[in-house]
């Protein structure tokens, strides 16, 4: 096989990978398959594919700068795989960005709400303009394929200075407003990167590294298609760049001087290596590599500096909308089926990028006008040496057997847990026969009450006294937790089965089995469960049927206690007053108890409650 | 009027009344801990809760309701808005899910429905309905120690400083709330620092819109300014290529 087939397969199956991670996002949340919470909203997706796409795909206009309005013509031959670049780079940041939404539908929203205040708003603007404007540009060298359509190709083609105009102002607005996001975030990002001068960091680095993110694609796909590197252009593509990332480094690090924050650079913290590691990828490297002469024209150093550059600007991204904002919660670290998603995208705008390049005429050295020449478009390049790119349907049947095992591989690898629930959702208890102290977390928060078990076992005579406290009242029930009925910290909650007695007593047609035929349908003036359930309450139990509802936990667990100790208070003299909500809520966290307590809980029997194995289904209840 | 709430933390007793009392005003749905929960008792579900700290001391969380709100500003698509009345309201009609109210809030105030395909964002309206209708919110209602009062912002205020005046050794002398970012309408006072409501960097009492504000000023001139400065440069360019055409034409 060669290369370009390898790799193209490569690419097809983290594509079919990510697919089924992106298909479960969509049936069944973002819970399902991402690690993003509360305190860290934005995840992965934000910080590696929306903000470094935009800002690695901004060589699109930067390019567009140079040839159609600076006119240098040595670029021209890169015009049209720019402009390529940049438009899947801008979808790989839109479909990244409709991953992540919530109602990934209503993207369309901003268009008809306004909200002018906000840089999202002007974002998403700006980039749905940019996305047409890319795609604009680009729709000529398809429309070459065809006779069809020849009207709007050569209109479009007549105007494109137009496009280019539009294209380069509506990038420096947004790329900048990328920046201008952050600002609202004084008290989380980190004072290295947080300054007010963050659009225009935004929009230097973006302008810098663009036409970077140029080269590295051409180097990748000419090794790819193993052509000849046209290293000399290349070269002084990248002595062009590197003014730009001088001007960027030398703007951010000026601007740390004067809001006297330069020792932070310096302090050792994790914060100030991420951010020298950062400066030297994007700014020290490419500024070595590409602005010496005699290292300039080595291609090694071109992949070196424009690699490092590359990652650096992504780092850079990823550092400020994600790496270096203080968290105030769980932490976050990216499930495998982010990643997924993530490669996922990029490789997908990968594979559609060699298409095109396979595809359409993208190396023709000028953008002639298709009238005067129709026939003068090299087919890939006259200079290459070897024939290039395979047959266009010989690949086909590869690549979707690859997809399609790759994407049941895919929906196979993500756990049940992930889709279902990881969180806690029922206690089963186990052992629950001489716990000696109990830790009741009904909400399962880590703050919980201490229970004297042993002590309340003991004093009700032993054994004997568990229907004291405890249900027993379904088959076989040993284990059931509280939360089998008591499902909420705070809403009380129907205990009764309609579906569970409809088909025993006939479906349908039963109903006048408990509800009398002359009386409103109510729970209230049902038959009562005793009246068939005749062993439902064990002797000795000191609660009663009453009602259809059962409690919500906290009252559940409140009365049990706090009745009793009424009563025996009337006897004993001694009891704690349960009134008092801190007699029994210390403020003290279970795990540091106090030492006497501490004793108590290293008994075996101590953590009688064990929570269900992770992955196991949420009941319905 | 400027409707607002005053917390007095040395008055709270924690007994969770003000939660239950949210969650069954506003029908919110039962909670699970769940992994994606910060250690606050805020959840999409919950969107009031005590936070206990030592020494008996019970800290009602819940939306600040800022004066100039960092959400509302930095909302696409004005989801979220500040009423009249002050509360901060949250429209899901118009929401898309973009999250960006999440990150901007200073206090980590707004929860996600993590668990749905379609998820929306979730936080206290200071039952805005309520409100309106001439009555208290369910969490005031519901507090049997008045550690929570609702009112006016301006009486509220004069209120948690007479209470400051006449304990000074009782309690902090700073009224939560009464300068940090520009002011909000969730006042505490309280004998323990609340300085962890907020995160790690504190934020100042200038309200967090003004950061966004000479960026978003400038939007206009930049756009038009690059324009300008393109079509300068191309004018030139064109000219150059156009006059060394002429010289060479003129050589030949």
């Known amino acids: ?621 | 009027m400027k409707a607002a709430i005053l917390t007095d933390v040395t008055k709270c007793i924690g007994c969770l009344e003000c939660v239950a009392a949210c969650k069954k005003t506003n029908k919110l749905d039962r909670d699970f801990p769940r992994s994606w929960h910060k250690n606050d008792g805020l959840s999409a579900r919950n969107w009031t809760s005590i936070v206990e700290k030592p020494e008996q001391h019970y800290i009602r969380k819940q939306c600040r309701h800022c004066l100039e709100p960092a959400c509302v500003s930095v909302c696409p698509v004005a989801a979220l808005y500040k009423t009249k009345e002050g509360p901060v309201v949250y429209d899901p009609d118009k929401c898309m899910g973009c999250r960006y109210c999440m990150v901007a809030c200073p206090y980590g105030i707004p929860r996600y429905d993590w668990d749905k395909p379609a998820a929306y964002v979730q936080k206290c309206h200071m039952c805005i309905d309520l409100i309106k209708q001439g009555k208290q919110p369910a969490c005031i209602e519901a507090c049997p120690t008045q550690a929570t009062i609702f009112g006016d912002r301006d009486q509220l205020m004069a209120e948690a400083h007479r209470r400051i005046k006449d304990e000074p050794e009782k309690y902090i002398n700073k009224v939560y709330g009464e300068f940090e970012v520009g002011g909000t309408s969730v006042l505490y006072v309280s004998d323990i620092d609340l300085e962890f409501l907020s995160y790690p960097l504190k934020p100042g009492t200038e309200p967090l819109p003004d950061t966004m504000k000479p960026a978003m000023e400038a939007v206009p001139p930049v756009f038009v300014g690059m324009g300008a400065l393109m079509g300068g440069v191309y004018w030139i360019c064109r000219r150059r290529e156009k006059l060394q055409g002429e010289k060479e034409g003129n050589k030949e």
């Not at chain 1, 935004?202 to 140029?214: C, E, N, Q, T």
């Open chain 1, 1 to 621: 096989m060669d290369r370009a087939r390898i790799f193209k397969s490569i690419l097809w199956a983290i594509t079919g990978l990510g697919s089924a991670a992106l298909a479960t996002r969509f049936l069944i949340g973002l819970g399902a398959i991402a690690n993003m919470n509360d305190a860290v909203p934005w995840g992965l997706w934000k910080g590696f594919n929306i903000f470094p796409g935009i800002a690695l795909a901004g060589g699109g206009f930067v390019m567009t700068a140079i040839i159609y309005i600076m006119a240098r013509e040595e670029y021209h031959k890169y015009a049209k795989i720019s402009v390529l670049l940049a438009f899947l780079g801008y979808l790989t940041a839109a479909t990244a960005l409709v991953t992540e939404l919530g109602l990934p539908w209503l993207v369309w929203h901003p268009i008809i709400f306004w909200q002018h205040h906000s840089p999202l708003f002007e974002v998403s603007w700006c980039v749905m303009l940019y996305l047409t404007v890319l795609f604009l540009e680009f729709i000529p060298v398809p429309l070459e394929e065809t006779s069809r359509f020849a009207k709007i190709r050569i209109f479009l083609t007549k105007y494109k200075i137009v496009l280019v105009f539009l294209g380069i102002m509506i990038s420096t607005l947004h790329q900048s407003s990328l920046g201008s996001m952050w600002l609202i975030t004084p008290e989380k990002l980190h004072p290295l990167w947080y300054t007010s001068l963050l659009p225009i960091l935004f929009f230097l680095s973006a302008v810098a590294i663009g036409p970077i993110m140029l080269i590295l694609a051409i180097l990748v796909i000419t090794r790819i298609y193993r052509r000849r590197t046209d290293s000399q252009t290349l070269s002084k593509l990248g002595l062009l760049s590197v003014f730009g990332v001088l001007v960027y480094g030398l703007v951010r690090l000026i601007d740390i001087g004067v809001k006297g924050k330069f020792a932070m650079i310096f302090d050792g913290s994790w914060q100030s290596t991420f951010f020298l590691v950062e400066i030297s990828l994007m700014v020290v490297i490419p500024l070595v590599l590409m602005g010496v002469r005699r290292l300039r024209n080595s291609s090694g150093s071109l992949w070196v500096a424009s690699l490092s550059a590359v990652i650096g600007l992504g780092f850079d991204r990823a550092n400020i909308a994600g790496i270096m904002l203080s968290v105030d919660g769980p932490m976050y670290t990216p499930t495998l089926f982010e990643v997924l998603v993530s490669l996922a995208i990029i490789s997908a705008a990968i594979l559609a990028f060699l298409f095109g390049i396979e595809r359409f005429k993208i190396w023709d050295t000028k953008w002639e006008d298709p009238r005067e020449k129709p026939e003068s478009h090299p087919d890939f390049d006259r200079s290459a040496e070897v024939w290039l790119g395979t047959p266009r349907l010989a690949g086909r049947s590869v690549y979707s057997l690859i997809f399609v095992v790759s994407l049941a591989v895919g929906f196979a690898i993500i756990p049940g847990k992930r889709i279902y629930s990881d969180g806690v959702q029922e206690v089963v208890s186990q052992k629950a026969y001489g716990g000696d102290t109990l830790c009741i977390d009904g909400n399962r928060d880590n703050y919980g009450v201490t229970f004297d078990h042993k002590a309340h076992v003991v004093r009700n005579s032993n054994d004997s006294s568990c229907v004291l406290c405890h249900h027993m009242n379904q088959p076989n029930d040993k284990q059931s937790g509280c939360y089998s009925c008591h499902r909420d910290m705070y809403q009380t909650t129907d205990a009764f089965r309609h579906d569970w007695h409809a088909d025993p007593a006939n479906a349908n047609i039963g109903c006048m089995e408990c509800h009398a035929i002359d009386q409103e349908r109510l729970a209230t003036t049902a038959k009562a469960c005793d009246q068939c359930h005749k062993d439902l309450i064990p002797p000795g139990a000191t609660i009663t049927i009453e009602k259809y509802m059962a409690p919500s936990y906290t009252d559940a667990m409140h009365f049990l206690c706090i009745d009793c100790h009424r009563q025996k208070a009337e006897e004993l003299t001694d009891k704690p007053d349960l009134a008092l909500c801190t007699t029994c809520h210390r403020w003290k966290h279970p795990n540091h108890l106090q030492d006497e307590v501490a004793e108590k809980y290293n008994h075996p029997y101590f953590n009688h409650v064990v929570l269900p194995q992770k992955g196991s289904k949420e009941k319905g209840h």
